[in-house]
């Protein structure tokens, strides 16, 4: 009797070994290229001293939000790997690739920008985001699963970015005693400041009570171990140099803690730095010193292998108010650490600093080791991070203009037009 042959009938979808592996291949690709390309951009910023910030809420290190950010990346890619296994010629794709184009900049663009700046950015790429899980949802449920976790952090940011920004950045008359918090970006990454030599006589920085018919007011935030703030005091120095004589300028330097926990003696730049990237710093030095060169100094920060605690310095400085050569004395500080490469928690160090600038030796060390004196200090640091002030050096124009960062030359000269176009 005849046998006949099992009928065998394929299931449509039923994937084959093949294209089982094809999948997956597929799968490996979309997931990596996110975070190649964001390694791609990461290697060229690092040339230019740029080092990305990442989110980290609740006093988490910063590692933990590099994690984050990079597990967020690889499932933008996985969700895009979605959508072409769903529908291969969905427009939805082209959505999915903007923004994982914006995910990738957003740690590099965010360093410079105050509370205000970083939550309009995020506001916008939730936007982006929100657009895009509505057209991926409407092809692949798993993609739009995988987008879930992504959207509730962009959504997340500005809110913690909102509650800190005070109504005007000034400085606040009452201060309490907590701990900053400070910025990821806490050693090279928000570009910085420090004031020539030889600005023209006729130019006073300091008016205490002058009567002249137009007076502009500027805070300064910064801090001496910051070398971009050595930049940024450079450029609006030179900037404010150039204001016609009818314009009197008062600039009031004030206390910014990168990290208030440095002991006396000092940490290894080099060994804080390849601990807290895992790469050799001198990148990241000569890209500060490119930026410097810029403004007319010649820094070399592979030559100050170390970061004091600056609580002393910050206390100088602020007690130099009343000599009116307060701004001078904050320069004259940041050039002693970074330019002569000296130790700046030295009592005799900041001593002498402080004689070439009217103080009595005796009244300057007193004044150094006063706890009291001290401890007001870091409440205006303490302040100032409340305030939300993420990083330094940061710049107040007439109590009404925050500009963040050590901008370009221009970009001063506007901030000055702009607000004695108002006086």
Same mark, same amino acid.
């Given at each position: 009797?005849?046998?006949?042959?099992?009928?065998?009938?394929?299931?449509?979808?039923?994937?084959?070994?093949?294209?089982?592996?094809?999948?997956?291949?597929?799968?490996?690709?979309?997931?990596?290229?996110?975070?190649?390309?964001?390694?791609?951009?990461?290697?060229?910023?690092?040339?230019?001293?740029?080092? +990305?910030?990442?989110? =980290? $809420?609740? /006093? *988490? &290190?910063?590692?933990?939000?590099?994690? !984050?950010?990079?597990?967020?990346? @690889?499932?933008?890619?996985?969700?895009?790997?979605?959508?072409?296994?769903?529908?291969?010629?969905?427009?939805?794709?082209?959505?999915?690739?903007?923004?994982?184009?914006?995910?990738?900049?957003?740690?590099?663009?965010?360093?410079?920008?105050?509370?205000?700046?970083?939550?309009?950015?995020?506001?916008?790429?939730?936007?982006?985001?929100?657009?895009?899980?509505?057209?991926?949802?409407?092809?692949?449920?798993?993609?739009?699963?995988?987008?879930?976790?992504?959207?509730?952090?962009?959504?997340?940011?500005?809110?913690?970015?909102?509650?800190?920004?005070?109504?005007?950045?000034?400085?606040?008359?009452?201060?309490?005693?907590?701990?900053?918090?400070?910025?990821?970006?806490?050693?090279?990454?928000? +570009?910085?400041?420090? =004031? $020539?030599? /030889? *600005? &023209?006589?006729?130019?006073?920085?300091? !008016?205490?009570?002058?009567?002249? @018919?137009?007076?502009?007011?500027?805070?300064?935030?910064?801090?001496?171990?910051?070398?971009?703030?050595?930049?940024?005091?450079?450029?609006?120095?030179?900037?404010?140099?150039?204001?016609?004589?009818?314009?009197?300028?008062?600039?009031?330097?004030?206390?910014?803690?990168?990290?208030?926990?440095?002991?006396?003696?000092?940490?290894?730049?080099?060994?804080?730095?390849?601990?807290?990237?895992?790469?050799?710093?001198?990148?990241?030095?000569?890209?500060?010193?490119?930026?410097?060169?810029?403004?007319?100094?010649?820094?070399?920060?592979?030559?100050?292998?170390?970061?004091?605690?600056?609580?002393?310095?910050?206390?100088?400085?602020?007690?130099?108010?009343?000599?009116?050569?307060?701004?001078?004395?904050?320069?004259?500080? =940041?050039?002693?650490?970074?330019?002569?490469?000296?130790?700046?928690?030295?009592?005799?160090?900041?001593?002498?600093?402080?004689?070439?600038?009217?103080?009595?030796?005796?009244?300057?060390?007193?004044?150094?080791?006063?706890?009291?004196?001290?401890?007001?200090?870091?409440?205006?640091?303490?302040?100032?991070?409340?305030?939300?002030?993420?990083?330094?050096?940061?710049?107040?124009?007439?109590?009404?203009?925050?500009?963040?960062?050590?901008?370009?030359?221009?970009?001063?000269?506007?901030?000055?037009?702009?607000?004695?176009?108002?006086?």
């Amino acid at each position: 009797m005849a046998t006949t042959a099992p009928l065998v009938i394929a299931r449509p979808g039923t994937p084959t070994s093949a294209s089982n592996r094809h999948a997956v291949l597929a799968w490996f690709i979309c997931t990596g290229l996110p975070l190649g390309l964001f390694g791609l951009v990461n290697l060229g910023t690092e040339r230019l001293g740029i080092l +990305p910030l990442f989110f =980290a $809420p609740f /006093g *988490l &290190p910063g590692w933990i939000g590099a994690i !984050v950010h990079l597990a967020q990346l @690889a499932l933008l890619g996985s969700a895009y790997w979605a959508v072409t296994q769903s529908a291969a010629r969905s427009p939805a794709r082209f959505w999915l690739v903007a923004l994982i184009l914006g995910y990738v900049a957003l740690p590099f663009v965010t360093p410079p920008l105050d509370s205000l700046q970083l939550s309009l950015v995020c506001s916008a790429l939730f936007l982006l985001a929100l657009a895009t899980i509505s057209r991926v949802g409407s092809v692949s449920n798993l993609a739009a699963w995988l987008m879930a976790p992504m959207l509730a952090i962009i959504g997340l940011v500005p809110s913690w970015a909102l509650p800190s920004l005070p109504p005007m950045h000034r400085p606040s008359r009452s201060c309490r005693a907590t701990t900053p918090r400070l910025p990821a970006d806490s050693y090279l990454q928000v +570009p910085s400041c420090h =004031a $020539p030599p /030889g *600005l &023209p006589s006729g130019r006073r920085f300091f !008016v205490s009570e002058c009567m002249m @018919a137009k007076l502009l007011k500027i805070d300064v935030f910064t801090d001496v171990v910051c070398p971009w703030c050595l930049v940024g005091s450079a450029r609006l120095d030179q900037a404010l140099a150039s204001l016609p004589d009818d314009i009197e300028v008062e600039i009031e330097n004030h206390p910014f803690y990168l990290d208030p926990t440095v002991p006396p003696e000092g940490v290894d730049v080099g060994a804080m730095l390849r601990e807290k990237y895992g790469r050799d710093p001198a990148a990241l030095w000569r890209g500060g010193g490119s930026e410097a060169q810029k403004a007319g100094i010649t820094l070399d920060l592979s030559r100050q292998p170390r970061m004091f605690n600056t609580a002393k310095a910050h206390t100088l400085t602020r007690l130099s108010k009343a000599n009116g050569n307060q701004h001078d004395l904050a320069n004259a500080i =940041a050039e002693a650490y970074f330019l002569q490469h000296q130790q700046i928690n030295d009592d005799n160090v900041l001593a002498d600093i402080a004689v070439e600038h009217g103080w009595d030796r005796g009244d300057a060390m007193d004044a150094i080791n006063d706890e009291t004196e001290l401890d007001i200090t870091a409440q205006l640091a303490t302040s100032a991070a409340q305030q939300g002030i993420r990083g330094v050096p940061f710049f107040v124009f007439g109590e009404k203009y925050a500009l963040s960062g050590a901008q370009p030359d221009e970009v001063f000269a506007q901030a000055l037009d702009k607000t004695i176009s108002e006086l």
